[in-house]
């Protein structure tokens, strides 16, 4: 017989181990505990995963990971299938649109490429010029933090149900129907409410954060007129504001250009410009003479400045100046003051109609339609809110919330009101406690239209899909007054029959004739100011960067260092260094380069604010103190929430100061602040070069004298002496930039859009604390101080004492702005330098940075006497430690394709805009034509409002910048190096008595 | 057969003849080490991974896990490069210059004196690689045109000489000590005993190239040692005056000075002798070479540390000078602003251990007293790491425009680094004193008649 | 009769140079002498002539200077001439003083090298080459002398007389 072949496991198998024979038999060693598992019937009643849960679990995490799977690491671009006519892949498409979000108005235009919106500029048919909020404001339309579809009690719906909903409530709300927005200054959008308010007899509330009451109130007891009038700062040869930030945040319907244009000392004269402030404004230090006070005594002043001028009183010393010029300059002179007290208002008024101002600087027939919010009502309000009368609220463009003093009272009431509706667009402060948040769309999405001022009228169209499932709150309105109508179309008939609507909205900004307000007489109703004071006194202001806070979450903007006090990512109270000295309290710079300070415990009335930071601001008036509104965010997004402290909560009876009952105490701890500038003298250097108009007058070269050297061939300039044979920049472009320090109002506007032109990475706090801030541009402060060379020379002073000195600003300093970018030095330093050539000079004068050739030794930041370039010490792109825009899909979408995002271990800075440049040059040649002058552009010389910086050809011997650089107010900055820049400026000038 | 005048001191002390050199001098290398090697090579050795480690999360993470910022782009980096190559002088400059000057004393120690030359040079050289922001493109320096079409290098950056001196110093420096190991690597190869150790047998006949001492190879020996020598010399020179162009040929006041290259050669040879002092007065306890480094050696080089310490303090005071005279208000706070500004206290110390103590030096009792002497090195080479921070640090915080005015203080990866090279320093180091010959004993036997104690009698 | 190869060796290089004038004065070659250090006037006593190294060092160290000025002039001038920091590229004369460093640093990197590189090359030296010496001593204390003759008897003799302590003869391969 064939023996059968056999093979074994094991020896135990061939032995026929029973154990073996039996493990044969079943298929686990351990028995599975199926029983326990699933025999356990109250276990799986009770849990909430029932076993088809679990499949579904399963089915789509292996649906999910397949997925995941498929997808690859390339990331493919699709190219368009049916090309849209107007998108050319590469080329920029501009479209004209307007900002509003209740605080800043500005009309724009919108540089979109690829059908993404990439850039703001202003849109020079108007004057409403943007600021750098409005610049920035491109970037919030791609927070990650914006509400992505409707919400119910916080959770998803479809729009068609929330309208249902919605509308059947209305239909059977008990109570009032309240509609509360931001001033609304857009026709279709009023009529729009106006036809809902009828619908369903709501009343419409508006609110600002920031109230003009006082003015509005005032204009309408002395004229009739209940309205903000416009002003002419051009047209005045004396202005006198008693704490009106124009420049900065009074009103923000951009006045810079206006005050600029009469600040030319080209023609032999300037605007006079008296700033009596309490806080260091960005008008005050812009201002020629500057007195600073407290807020009682501000209203002091302002009476006797009145009573001085019908002859009542004699002028006070401090106004002595003031009262004869504004007398000298009736009719072109021009009184504003920052007061939300009527009766103060009323005073103005009256000082503008002795000066018979009205109708020449001040217009009320053609007013602003802004700012028309009621704080009564608004206060009304919340009452009816709590005594449980308002029925349905519909909440659009406020916050309340946030930005109420009584903001925990309004919630009260919210809870009260059985219908809430909100319309913000993302989550914030007011929505959370709302039932029903639709949210609206941001302006580069939506369609609308705008009357700021009488007789102007812009509009605002979209320039990118709709990122979210969102709705414009006119849309909303409409479908909930069950109209049929769509906003897009209504806004189209509405205009059709008053203008060429395509051509105006091409345009963005129209003119249109309409009847114009009949102001009445003044009535001359003037009660006295009764002011209470005490000995320390808070102002409450609107920072640079936020303003009231609507932008917060925008990274940009919390790292735009403040222009007064350069410091970012914070608010703080602003105290004089002699009130610090009282209290005990200082700031001090740690040996790594950053600041820390004191923090107080602050009490205004019976509100209390724990922990507020402290800095010592120079020009803060003695026994004052400032703090910025719009910080404090709890619910804005990943990057606004817990910056600063809400300084809401101390306005009291709707006016920005309190004279009386406050208090600090310094408490224990300490603060870090993120400053950019720790030193803020020129330490006696002459950086930036000033003289007085009536200097200027008698000779144009006055503060700005000849740098020359002693030779062998006698006297020369810095260039004559170069040991080098130069080269040829006569022919061809020579690109330079012109920066006037006159007309340099330090509006920041230029760094914010230098920043989204050219990808630069926002860094966080804890980085620009150890100076590591990466802005291009940056706007320089420098405060005067008391110690001088001549000073210590008379005192004989020795060096070192008087250094020491030196670095003391004055109490009360002048303050001066100079921006300071790469200057493209055409014997740069920093070219050099570099052992690898990462860095040379172009034939247009440019200086290159070849971002893939740079291998960062950091040798050209050394060698650069300007300390311009900023290197990559991480990698701020894709990076979680870093996570701002640049870490999100969503907010990469606002950078600019044609300039390259730094990796980590590069060296960057200012470029010049040379894509800008490139692109100009290109389409010369391809119409076969020279390069116009002003074409060609730089990000920061486009934002500028007052033309301070002005960008061009000197080869083109017609161009604004060749005239400029032949001034006799131009200088280079640190000519006596030899540097030889492309970048020069022009003295400052200041309209003082000499 | 040269003599040598009685009055001189005798360089080698005791009955030394050939034969007992040789036996002193392959002692080290063939016998076992004892309990101090290892417990100072232990230390060396942590102080070296924490440099590992450091330089790897630096390299990882990037530059910012340093304390840099916009306004002081270098600070410790260079500081220690530029001390690390200062102190890699000596070693050359005693085996080079002391050849030309035919100067006999320098025959016990210039073996050890050109390995400290050698592994200085090494950690020197880490950190121009480490420092830069892309280290794994460090390959651009070199004069190959790039990847992207003929972008080559620019000749005309200090730093890029400094990549060529760097490099020939470090590579002459290198051969120079290994044509005078030859000779002594075949002594310990003919030493070691094949049948206990075979293989270090193989080592050190690779190692000596198969050196056997013939009349025509001393012949030649003798030439390339003296042709280096020449040529070595002016090197030590121009390598760290192109160093200190680094800094005299930038814009920055405090860095703009003309001075800069005879003041770092000084300074470089009198932190470069301190260092030697601080090694081969530990060197000669703990490998037993008292008989060969002689206070007498001891007390030579504290002379030139004297001298060369006095150079520096000139230089010191001519920048003083020179700041205040130019008239450059610049100039004038940037030397004010070292003396009495934030960083007063750097100045200072460097004023005390580089210009003040090196004044004892003029007393015999303490310039031969090894103790002190010792403690004295140690002061120096603090005062010249001071030195260079002060130079680089304080020039860099206040420059041109006060709006950039800023402050700089080390993180514990820039303490890593700096700590962790001198660790690395030291295991390159002692590895070297248990396995080279650490005197050149086939020169130094060409002494014994003239200069040794025995014949002095 | 056969080829001997005698080695003499000495304690001391006086006696070794003594007796190396002696034994060449009676016409016998000497094949080659080993000693431990290098022995002053030895290669004069042997009638070695000078050896050529430095002229050679002289020549790479030229080879060196102009490679360096190639160099520079081709990159910098030549292949592409970029205006960094204004430094004049329009000539190489305008531009040299920059270069002086590298090209100082190329010579001696060149005339150095490779002299080592020649004397390495001439004197056999190189890793893997074993010892010629007859006696391993020779690194020590010993100096050794090595005449290949076949009049074994005389030379060693003569080298005895001379003051060698030890003679031990070979036959020669």
């Known amino acids: 017989m064939t023996k059968q072949k056999k093979y074994w496991k094991g020896l135990a198998e061939l032995t026929n181990d029973p154990a073996i024979e039996s493990l044969k038999h079943n298929e686990f060693v351990e028995p599975i505990p199926t029983e326990e598992f699933l025999g356990d019937e109250k276990a799986l009643t009770q849990s909430t995963t029932s076993r088809r849960d679990f499949l579904k679990f399963l089915g789509f995490s292996t649906a999910a990971a397949t997925l995941a799977a498929c997808e690859t690491p390339v990331v493919k671009s699709i190219p368009y299938v049916v090309k849209p006519e107007e998108i050319t892949p590469g080329v920029a498409n501009w479209y004209s649109s307007t900002y509003y979000d209740g605080n800043d108005f500005a009309n724009v235009l919108v540089k979109t490429r690829e059908g993404r919106p990439i850039f703001i500029k202003p849109n020079d048919l108007s004057s409403a010029t943007p600021n750098a909020r409005v610049v920035s404001s491109v970037l919030s339309l791609y927070d990650s933090n914006r509400l992505k579809t409707p919400k119910k009690k916080g959770q998803t719906t479809a729009w068609s149900q929330i309208d249902e909903e919605i509308v059947t409530r209305l239909s059977d709300v008990d109570g009032q129907v309240v509609v509360l927005t931001n001033t609304i200054i857009s026709p279709t959008t009023n009529a729009i409410i106006n036809d809902f308010c009828e619908k369903y007899d709501a009343k419409h509330i508006q609110y600002d954060a920031i109230s003009y009451q006082g003015i509005l109130d005032a204009n309408q007891s002395s004229f009739g007129v209940r309205a903000i009038p416009s002003y002419h700062f051009d047209k005045s040869d004396v202005i006198v504001s008693f704490g009106a930030d124009f420049l900065g945040s009074w009103l923000n319907v951009g006045f810079e250009k206006q005050y600029a244009s009469n600040r030319n000392p080209k023609n032999g004269k300037m605007s006079r410009h008296f700033q009596i402030e309490t806080n260091m404004s960005l008008t005050g230090s812009n201002a020629d003479v500057r007195i600073p006070v407290k807020p009682s005594e501000k209203l002091r002043l302002i009476e006797n400045l009145y009573q001085s001028i019908i002859g009542n009183q004699s002028p006070d010393d401090r106004l002595k100046d003031i009262y004869s010029e504004l007398l000298a300059a009736k009719g072109k002179s021009l009184v504003v003051c920052d007061s939300n007290d009527k009766d103060v208002q009323l005073v103005i008024n009256a000082i503008n109609n002795q000066l018979s101002n009205y109708g020449k600087t001040i217009d009320l027939e053609k007013p602003y339609y802004l700012k028309a919010g009621d704080d009564e009502l608004v206060n009304q309000l919340v009452k009816d809110m709590n005594s449980g009368q308002v029925g349905a609220l519909i909440i659009s463009g406020v916050n309340p919330s946030y930005t109420l003093p009584n903001a925990e009272q309004f919630n009260a009431g919210l809870k009260k009101v059985s219908l809430t509706i909100s319309t913000a667009l993302s989550m914030d402060e007011t929505a959370q406690y709302v039932e029903y948040v639709c949210p609206d769309r941001h302006y580069l999405e939506s369609w609308g239209d705008a009357r700021a001022k009488h007789g102007e009228v812009s509009f605002t169209q979209p320039t990118i899909q709709p990122l979210f499932d969102s709705r414009q709150f006119q849309d909303s309105m409409l479908s909930w007054s069950r109209s049929n109508e769509d906003y897009y179309t209504y806004l189209k008939q509405y205009w059709r029959e008053k203008t060429a609507w395509s051509q105006s909205l091409h345009d963005g900004f129209i003119t249109i004739s309409e009847s114009k307000k009949s102001p009445t007489s003044f009535s001359g109703n003037v009660v006295s100011i009764t002011q209470n004071s005490g000995d320390l006194e808070l102002a409450l202001y609107q920072s640079n960067s936020l303003g009231d806070g609507t932008q917060a979450n925008n990274p940009w903007l919390q790292e735009l260092p403040d222009p007064i006090t350069r410091a970012c990512w914070d608010n703080y109270i602003t105290v004089s260094a002699t009130t610090a000295r009282e209290y005990g309290l200082s700031n001090w710079n740690n040996n790594d380069g950053s600041m820390d300070g004191n923090v107080v415990r602050l009490t205004v009335g019976n509100t209390t604010l724990e922990n507020v930071p402290v800095l010592i601001q120079p020009g803060q008036a003695i026994g004052t103190i400032g703090l910025a509104l719009g910080y404090g965010r709890t619910s804005s997004g990943k990057v606004g929430n817990a910056v600063g402290i809400n300084a809401y909560p101390l306005i009291t009876n709707n006016d920005f100061i309190a004279p009386s009952n406050v208090t600090i105490e310094k408490m224990e701890g300490e603060h870090g602040f993120a400053s950019v500038q720790l030193h803020h003298t020129m330490m006696g250097r002459s950086l930036i070069k000033e003289t007085t108009l009536s200097e200027y007058i008698k000779d144009p070269k006055a503060g700005n004298p000849d740098i020359t050297f002693y030779t062998h061939k006698g006297k020369l300039f810095a260039d004559e002496v170069s040991l080098w044979k130069e080269f040829d920049h006569e022919s061809g472009h020579f690109w330079n930039l012109s920066i006037d320090l006159t007309t340099c109002i330090g509006c920041n506007a230029c760094v914010v859009a230098c920043h989204s032109e050219n990808n630069v990475p926002v860094v966080g706090k804890e980085e620009v604390r150890k100076s590591r801030d990466m802005h291009w541009l940056r706007i320089d402060r420098y405060y005067s101080s008391d110690m001088t060379e001549e000073i210590a020379e008379e005192q004989g002073l020795g060096s070192v004492s008087k250094y020491k000195a030196m670095e003391v600003p004055s109490e009360n300093p002048d303050v001066a702005f100079q921006p300071v970018m790469c200057q493209h030095c055409n014997h740069a330093p920093c070219e050099t330098v570099c052992p690898v050539a990462a860095t040379s000079h172009s034939a247009e004068g440019l200086n290159h940075m070849a971002y893939n050739r740079c291998v960062g030794t950091r040798y050209c930041a050394n060698n650069c006497p300007y300390k311009v370039r900023r290197f990559n010490w991480f990698n701020y792109a894709e990076n979680d430690a870093f996570d701002f825009n640049m870490n999100d899909d969503l907010g990469k979408m606002v950078l600019n394709p044609d300039v390259t995002v730094r990796v980590r271990g590069v060296m960057e800075k200012c470029s010049m805009c040379i894509q800008m440049i490139q692109k100009v040059k290109l389409d010369a040649k391809r119409d076969g034509r020279k390069v116009l002058d002003k074409e060609a552009q730089t990000a920061c010389s486009v934002a500028c409002p007052t033309n301070a910086l002005v960008f061009g050809d000197v080869n083109d011997t017609s161009s604004e910048v060749s005239t400029l650089k032949e001034d006799e107010r131009q200088y280079y900055l640190l000519e006596e190096i030899n540097t030889a820049p492309s970048v020069f400026y022009q003295t400052k000038i200041r309209n003082r008595k000499a | ?457 | 009769m056969s080829k001997k190869v005698i080695y003499g060796i000495f304690d001391d290089e006086e006696v070794l140079l003594k007796s190396v004038k002696e034994v060449r004065s009676n016409d016998i070659s000497i094949k080659e002498v080993y000693t431990p250090f290098p022995v002053h006037g030895l290669d004069h006593a042997l009638g070695l002539e000078r050896t050529r190294l430095a002229i050679a060092a002289f020549i790479y160290g030229v080879i060196g200077c102009i490679a360096a000025i190639l160099m520079t002039y081709y990159i910098m001038i030549l292949d592409w001439p970029q205006n960094i920091g204004g430094k004049p590229s329009f000539a190489y004369y305008l531009n040299m003083p920059a270069f002086v460093p590298i090209i100082f640093e190329m010579t001696v990197l060149f005339s150095a090298h490779l002299m080592v590189i020649t004397y390495f090359f001439k004197s056999k030296l190189f890793p893997g080459q074993t010892s010629s010496s007859p006696d391993p001593r020779t690194t020590d204390d010993k100096f050794l002398m090595e005449i290949e003759s076949e009049d074994e008897k005389s030379i060693s003799d003569l080298l005895k007389k001379t003051g060698a302590t030890e003679i031990n003869v070979k036959e020669s391969a």
């Not at chain 2, 220690?80 to 100067?103: E, K, M, Y």
């Not at chain 2, 007498?296 to 010191?316: D, F, P, Q, R």
Request: hydrophobic share 50%.
């Open chain 2, 1 to 457: 057969m040269q003599k040598e005048s009685p009055i001189r001191e005798p360089l080698i002390l005791g009955n030394k003849s050939y034969h007992d050199i040789t036996v002193d001098v392959a002692k080290p290398v063939l016998a076992k080490a004892n309990k101090l090697w290892w417990i100072v090579f232990g230390i060396s050795l942590v102080l070296f991974i924490w440099w590992i480690l450091s330089v790897g999360y630096t390299i990882g993470t990037g530059i910012g896990v340093w304390g840099l910022n916009k306004t002081i782009g270098w600070a410790w980096d260079i500081t220690n490069f530029v001390w690390w190559v200062g102190i890699g002088h000596a070693g050359t400059l005693i085996s080079a210059v002391l050849l030309l000057f035919r100067q006999k004393w320098r025959l016990s120690i210039n073996r050890s004196a050109e390995a400290m030359t050698i592994f200085a040079v090494v950690q020197a050289a880490m950190f121009p690689l480490i420092h830069m922001g892309r280290p794994w493109l460090g390959y651009f320096v070199f004069p190959i045109p790039n990847n992207f079409g003929s972008l080559w290098v620019n000749f005309n950056s200090p730093l890029l000489w400094d990549v060529f001196a760097i490099s020939t110093y470090f590579s002459v420096s290198l051969v120079f000590w290994y044509v005078g190991l030859i000779p002594d690597f075949a002594m310990i190869r003919d030493k070691v005993n094949e049948k206990y150790w075979p293989l270090r047998k193989k080592i050190y006949s690779t190692l000596s190239f198969g050196w056997s001492g013939r009349a025509k190879d001393w012949q030649r020996f003798e030439e390339v040692s003296l042709v280096l020598a020449g040529l070595a010399t002016p090197l030590v020179f121009s390598v760290h005056s192109i160093v200190s162009f680094d800094f005299a040929t930038s814009v920055i006041p405090g860095w703009h000075t003309t001075i800069f290259p005879p003041y770092f050669v000084a300074g470089a040879v009198f932190s470069g002798f301190a260092m030697v002092q601080t090694l081969l007065l530990v060197m000669r306890k703990v490998v037993g070479l008292e008989a060969y480094i002689t206070v007498k050696h001891v007390e030579y080089m504290n002379i030139v540390i004297m001298l060369t310490g006095n150079l520096v303090g000139i230089a010191y005071l001519t920048e003083l000078f020179m700041a205040w005279y130019s008239g450059v208000e610049f100039e004038q706070y940037a030397f004010l602003n070292r003396a009495t500004g934030p960083y007063w206290w750097a100045y200072w110390s460097m004023m005390t251990c580089n210009v003040i103590s090196p004044q004892l030096m003029w007393f015999k009792k303490l310039r031969t007293n090894i103790v002190f002497t010792f403690i004295l090195a140690l002061f120096v080479n603090i005062g010249m790491w001071f030195e260079r921070f002060v130079i680089i640090v304080t020039s860099l915080h206040r420059d041109y425009l006060p709006s950039s005015w800023s402050m700089f203080s080390p993180t514990f990866v820039d303490i890593g680094i700096f700590v962790g090279s001198i660790g690395f320093f030291f295991v390159l180091f002692l590895l070297y004193s248990r396995t080279f010959p650490v005197i050149a004993q086939a020169e130094l036997k060409t002494i014994v008649k003239s200069s040794s104690e025995q014949y002095k009698k």
